[in-house]
C-alpha cells in the first residue's frame, strides 16, 4: 500500500470514530422521556435513537412526515408524539438521497426506532429500522435526549 493510501485510510477512519454532538433536550423532559410514559390519548410516541460505534463524527437529520425533528449524533435520542392509528413517513438523510421507513402507529402505544451509520463511498449513510420495545427502551435508557428542531437544511 502507497503512503498516500495509509493516510487516506487513518484519516477515514478518525473522521469516522471521532465524536460529534448535538444540543441536548432539558434534564427533567429527558428523564420524563426515560419513563416510557403511555402516550396522551389519540396519540403514539416515538423513540428514534442513535447508539453505535461506526460514524460517530457524522450528523444526520431526521424528519417526520416533512418536518425537521432534529440532527442526530451518537448517544442521543429523540421522543416525539405522532397522531396515531395513522401512518407516517419518517426519514433520515443518507450519502446519496434520505432513507424513509413507513410506520403505522397505534394510538396510545411507543415505538422504538434506531438509526445506523453505514460506510458510505464519500461519506457513512444512515438507516432507519423498528426495533422491539424492550430493546429500544435498554437502548434509550443509556443516552441523552437531543433538542428538537435543529435540521442542517
Known sequence: MKKWQVVAL??????????????????????????????????AGVYIYRNSFVGQALKKDLWIDGECLGETANKVFFYTLLSGNQEHAISTESEFSPNDIKLLVEAGKNYFIEQTIKMGVFVGGAKLTVVPEAEGRRQVAQLKLAQKGQCSR
Open 10 to 43: 487513518a484519516t477515514s477512519i478518525a473522521m469516522l470514530s471521532a465524536c460529534a454532538s448535538v444540543p441536548a433536550a432539558d434534564k427533567g423532559q429527558m428523564e420524563l422521556a426515560k419513563t416510557f410514559p403511555v402516550p396522551e390519548e389519540g396519540k
